[in-house]
């Protein structure tokens, strides 16, 4: 549609002062631009493609919702407010709509969130820009430069420092847990448009340059319109993998450098002095689940498990092909200008007289430039490797790779070379050194009691005596073994840096740690460590409430046996232990799985000390808070004092990976929050009091009986509740979105024992109840502070000064302002049992209402989320655009529940999972 040029700038001054203002007023302004012009080129789109018919019914849908949610505001509504004539109305519209009609309305309103997470994503880029331009303000938190500066002001000074700098080790795991629901080609589309709005800052900019980023915008939102968004067929463990590789080229690979270079330039800012970048030490890998897990998905063979691993060898193979060449494009010294160190021309002399042949050939190059004729070689060996790594001229190892780099650096440095050697070498350097020549570390995981099952079948002391011959293995335990010879294998074919560790779901004793260290040797696997090879360390994996309490018993019987012993003493008396957050949650609560955790992780560490072991936990998050999810910074400082080695893994899942990962200035930004909340509980300063932490941790205790006792009553083991949950929510349509390989149940029983958590938390999230996040923590915490003045005066106390108890509350206050009981009521009406519909919703309610007046009483605020500003103004903006959905998410339901069926209703139900999930950036 004919309108003027949405981005021209007509103050040039006025538009720079705006990406670099700190006023709340002036700084949001571009944000609001951008959301307006994305939604009206959306609207011309609507048009064009489909008509002022449908941008008619969008635009109704949307002012009746905003018309709605103002009343709310006006009237100070309950969560179950008076249902106004605006929502009355909104459901008629929506009732009346054929299926297509609907999915179409679904389209325009997911496609608008879609654009409106760009422009927040951009936002957040452009305010770390500007917050990087006021070097007068105390540092943004979280930022390694805070951090440095706070370590400082502690007394500590920079030596000391960079030793605990030394001992941190962050490790983001990618896992396909299926929580991204957004397909491939679409996060493509994604990103072409992020990049034209991030141009859209760049000034001076002419009248032109905006037109034409314009237009490229349009034309990308044109191309996600006539896309499906919502898969046609079940994504592949190889489609789930490519997923996870496409973060790594475009973002995470180049941007390791660039965390290197600021965290040298906040040692100076703050200390004065700075090492170089080459000599800070290694503090970030990355490691994937992607074709290594097991647990619950048969579609995770060993071929499959193969393919990743070459994938991932040739995603990186491939990207130091192209650094490679760069560099030697850029390398053109002359020893006619310059000398070469003895050491790089004797290296040129051994490689002219063993690789011959060489296309093209060195010779090509002048005779004097000797860097390029040696990287020559040097490139010839690296695509041998790549692409027929049994030639005995190819790089065996990413060592021997270095090695030859590190010559070139050296030689530049001594021949006054040093700026080439720090922007062009080190970097590559640091990348050899994180990615190797396998990319990410892949976990192997499957279930305990596979393992327990395989060591009946196969050593169950059958063939004593006369006792008869056993029966062949069944086809579990066949697998099974075919996952470890298979692991064998590929730990002699890959680097053996790509497979070090084997997961094991639902560890509960010894003999569960052990069943895996006895199968994998039984099958070739070296298990124990050597100098070339790490082995296959065993990572029990406690995820309920009552494996959390006995996991320190459990590891110490462990840790104190003599042949385990020997298992640690070749791993460097070091172990990995991994805790799950969703499982507990589903099983005890999020208070009761909160305090666990936190006790399992700090008594885990105290008998690590007693054993003489260095412990690296894993901590099994997932994206939504009800899965372990919420700000990483916080949770890693929330960790127990003096209960942390440095070390830590850590699942990104989801649609967290693309919140984190999809972006340069983003992907820097996560990383060194993890980096930094590491160094921060490391070199902790501030523990505090003996009588005081015990005075809060018998709160909890006491809080947290409370809320489990209550939980299991009500949740749990309320018969009541599996049924509201299967009728009151769209957990039964979750295969339609096909946002994953796995299926949602371990297996064929109904119970919710059996449900996995991320269904668990997608149906509450979906229809509004977001129950994961809070239920149980009113009820605890006002029996508490029903006990008394003091009582009351000590959660404030620890709201402000116990750092775990502040990481609890203000999960469970995102998680709140996320429901909608206006909108659950209408999920809560699909339960044709009207008893069971009322008792459940009603005490849902209940707890809501006690959770949400307790929560504000401790933090002293008058409504939720009032002391995070922006995250309350993103979810109030967004709330009108997320209910139409629900309305139509709702309307779909019914529909089918009464019977009818068809394809076009699946996909239109997927296709508003697709936009609710967008609109509240969260899906299970």
């Given at each position: 549609m004919a309108h003027e040029p949405l981005w021209t700038v007509q103050d040039q001054a006025r538009h720079l002062a705006e990406l670099t203002a700190d006023e709340a007023a002036l700084k949001e302004a571009p944000l609001r631009r951008d959301v307006r012009s994305l939604g009206m080129l959306l609207g011309d789109v609507i048009r064009e493609q489909e008509g002022d018919e449908l941008y008619a019914a969008v635009e109704e849908l949307r002012h009746l919702a905003m018309?709605?949610?103002?009343?709310?505001?006006?009237?100070?509504?309950?969560?179950?407010?008076?249902?106004?004539?605006?929502?009355?109305?909104?459901?008629?519209?929506?009732?009346?709509?054929?299926?297509?009609?609907?999915?179409?309305?679904?389209?325009?309103?997911?496609?608008?969130?879609?654009?409106?997470n760009l422009a927040e994503t951009n936002h957040r880029k452009r305010r770390r820009r500007a917050t990087a331009l006021h070097a007068?303000?105390?540092?943004?938190?979280?930022?390694?430069?805070?951090?440095?500066?706070?370590?400082?002001?502690?007394?500590?000074?920079?030596?000391?420092?960079?030793?605990?700098?030394s001992r941190v080790r962050v490790v983001p795991v990618f896992t396909a847990h299926p929580t991204e629901v957004s397909r491939r080609t679409v996060l493509f589309k994604r990103r072409r448009i992020a990049e034209a709005l991030e141009h859209l800052d760049r000034l001076p900019m002419t009248d032109a340059e905006a037109a034409g980023h314009e237009a490229a915008i349009a034309a990308e939102i044109t191309a996600i319109w006539q896309t499906d968004e919502v898969r046609r067929r079940q994504p592949s463990v190889t489609d789930e993998a490519k997923m996870g590789l496409d973060y790594y080229p475009g973002v995470l690979i180049p941007t390791l450098p660039a965390l290197y270079f600021e965290m040298?330039?906040?040692?100076?800012?703050?200390?004065?002095?700075?090492?170089?970048?080459?000599?800070?030490?290694?503090?970030?890998?990355?490691?994937?689940?992607?074709?290594?897990?097991?647990?619950?998905?048969?579609?995770?063979?060993?071929?499959?498990?193969?393919?990743?691993?070459?994938?991932?060898?040739?995603?990186?193979?491939?990207?130091?092909?192209?650094?490679?060449?760069?560099?030697?494009?850029?390398?053109?010294?002359?020893?006619?200008q310059v000398p070469v160190s003895p050491e790089l021309a004797d290296a040129l002399e051994r490689y002219t007289q063993t690789i011959p042949s060489l296309d093209p050939t060195p010779e090509a190059r002048s005779t004097t430039e000797t860097y390029r004729r040696f990287l020559g070689y040097v490139g010839w060996r690296l695509r041998a490797a790549r692409d027929e790594p049994a030639n005995p001229h190819a790089y065996p190892d990413a060592a021997a790779f270095a090695a030859d780099l590190r010559l070139v650096r050296e030689s530049l440095v001594r021949n006054r070379g040093e700026r080439p050697a720090r922007l062009l070498l080190g970097p590559l350097l640091r990348?050899?050194?994180?990615?190797?020549?396998?990319?990410?570390t892949l976990d192997i995981r499957q279930h305990a009691r596979f393992h327990e099952r395989a060591m009946a079948e196969l050593f169950g002391g059958?063939?004593?005596?006369?006792?008869?011959?056993?029966?062949?293995?069944?086809?579990?335990?066949?697998?099974?073994?075919?996952?470890?010879?298979?692991?064998?294998?590929?730990?002699?074919?890959?680097?053996?840096?790509?497979?070090?560790?084997?997961?094991?779901?639902?560890?509960?004793?010894?003999?569960?740690?052990?069943?895996?260290?006895?199968?994998?040797?039984?099958?070739?696997?070296?298990?124990?460590?050597?100098?070339?090879?790490?082995?296959?360390?065993?990572?029990?994996?406690?995820?309920?409430?009552?494996?959390?309490?006995?996991?320190?018993?459990?590891?110490?019987?462990?840790?104190?046996?003599?042949?385990?012993?020997?298992?640690?003493?070749?791993?460097?008396?070091?172990?990995?232990?991994?805790?799950?957050?969703?499982?507990?949650?589903?099983?005890?609560?999020?208070?009761?799985?909160?305090?666990?955790?936190?006790?399992?992780?700090r008594e885990l560490h105290r008998v690590a000390r007693e054993c003489g072991v260095t412990l690296r936990l894993f901590h099994g998050r997932g994206?939504?808070?009800?899965?372990?999810?919420?700000?990483?910074?916080?949770?890693?400082?929330?960790?127990?004092?003096?209960?942390?080695?440095?070390?830590?893994?850590?699942?990104?899942?989801?649609?967290?990976?693309?919140?984190?990962?999809?972006?340069?200035?983003?992907?820097?930004?996560?990383?060194?929050?993890?980096?930094?909340?590491?160094?921060?509980?490391?070199?902790?300063?501030?523990?505090?009091?003996?009588?005081?932490?015990?005075?809060?941790?018998?709160?909890?205790?006491?809080?947290?009986?409370?809320?489990?006792?209550?939980?299991?009553?009500?949740?749990?083991?309320?018969?009541?509740?599996?049924?509201?949950?299967?009728?009151?929510?769209?957990?039964g349509e979750l295969e339609h979105a096909r946002i994953g390989s796995r299926p949602a149940r371990r297996g064929e029983t109904r119970g919710l024992d059996d449900l996995r958590a991320i269904p668990w938390v997608f149906g509450w999230m979906q229809s509004r109840h977001v129950l994961p996040a809070w239920f149980g923590v009113g009820y605890a915490m006002e029996r508490y502070a029903a006990r008394g003045a003091a009582e009351e005066a000590l959660l404030r106390e620890m709201m402000g000064a116990f750092p775990l108890f502040e990481d609890l509350i203000r999960n469970v206050e995102m998680g709140m302002a996320k429901a909608d009981f206006s909108i659950a009521r209408r999920y809560a009406a699909l339960v044709p049992d009207e008893a069971l519909r009322e008792r459940v919703f009603g005490m849902l309610v209940e707890e809501?209402?006690?959770?949400?007046?307790?929560?504000?009483?401790?933090?002293?605020?008058?409504?939720?989320?009032?002391?995070?500003?922006?995250?309350?103004?993103?979810?109030?903006?967004?709330?009108?655009?997320?209910?139409?959905?629900?309305?139509?998410?709702?309307?779909?339901?019914?529909?089918?529940?009464?019977?009818?069926?068809?394809?076009?209703?699946?996909?239109?139900?997927?296709?508003?999972?697709?936009?609710?999930?967008?609109?509240?950036?969260?899906?299970?």
């Open positions: 018309s709605h949610r103002e009343a709310e505001d006006a009237e100070g509504a309950s969560v179950e407010g008076p249902v106004d004539e605006a929502m009355r109305r909104a459901e008629q519209v929506v009732d009346g709509m054929p299926v297509d009609s609907a999915y179409r309305l679904t389209k325009a309103f997911s496609i608008y969130f879609e654009l409106t007068d303000q105390a540092p943004q938190p979280g930022t390694f430069h805070g951090t440095l500066l706070r370590l400082r002001d502690a007394g500590l000074d920079a030596e000391t420092v960079l030793r605990h700098l040298a330039d906040a040692f100076r800012r703050a200390f004065g002095q700075a090492p170089p970048p080459r000599e800070l030490p290694q503090v970030v890998r990355f490691g994937s689940w992607i074709g290594g897990d097991r647990d619950g998905n048969p579609f995770v063979t060993p071929d499959v498990t193969r393919k990743v691993l070459r994938l991932a060898r040739e995603a990186i193979l491939d990207y130091y092909v192209t650094d490679l060449e760069a560099l030697t494009e850029r390398l053109s010294s002359s020893t006619l990348k050899v050194e994180t990615f190797g020549f396998h990319l990410h059958a063939g004593e005596g006369d006792a008869p011959l056993p029966p062949p293995p069944s086809e579990e335990t066949m697998q099974l073994l075919e996952t470890f010879r298979a692991v064998a294998e590929l730990k002699r074919t890959y680097p053996a840096d790509a497979v070090q560790t084997y997961v094991i779901s639902g560890a509960r004793s010894v003999e569960d740690v052990l069943a895996v260290v006895r199968l994998a040797e039984t099958s070739g696997v070296r298990v124990a460590g050597t100098e070339d090879d790490p082995g296959l360390m065993p990572v029990p994996l406690f995820e309920s409430i009552e494996d959390l309490r006995n996991a320190p018993g459990v590891c110490r019987a462990l840790w104190t046996r003599e042949d385990y012993g020997r298992l640690l003493d070749s791993w460097g008396r070091r172990q990995e232990v991994m805790l799950g957050y969703s499982d507990s949650n589903k099983d005890g609560g999020m208070l009761t799985s909160t305090w666990e955790i936190y006790k399992a992780h994206g939504t808070v009800g899965r372990g999810g919420g700000p990483t910074h916080r949770a890693i400082t929330s960790q127990p004092a003096g209960a942390f080695d440095g070390e830590i893994k850590i699942t990104e899942q989801g649609e967290v990976l693309n919140w984190k990962y999809s972006d340069p200035v983003l992907a820097e930004r996560s990383l060194e929050l993890m980096v930094a909340a590491s160094l921060d509980a490391l070199a902790r300063t501030d523990a505090p009091e003996p009588a005081q932490e015990e005075r809060w941790e018998r709160a909890m205790e006491e809080m947290s009986a409370d809320a489990f006792g209550f939980y299991r009553e009500k949740i749990a083991e309320n018969a009541d509740i599996l049924v509201y949950f299967q009728q009151g929510t769209p957990v809501f209402e006690r959770t949400r007046r307790v929560v504000l009483r401790i933090t002293g605020q008058k409504q939720l989320l009032e002391d995070n500003p922006v995250l309350a103004r993103s979810i109030r903006l967004r709330n009108p655009y997320v209910d139409p959905l629900s309305l139509i998410q709702v309307s779909l339901l019914r529909r089918k529940r009464a019977g009818e069926e068809g394809d076009d209703l699946n996909y239109a139900l997927a296709a508003t999972i697709n936009g609710i999930s967008a609109g509240l950036r969260n899906t299970g």
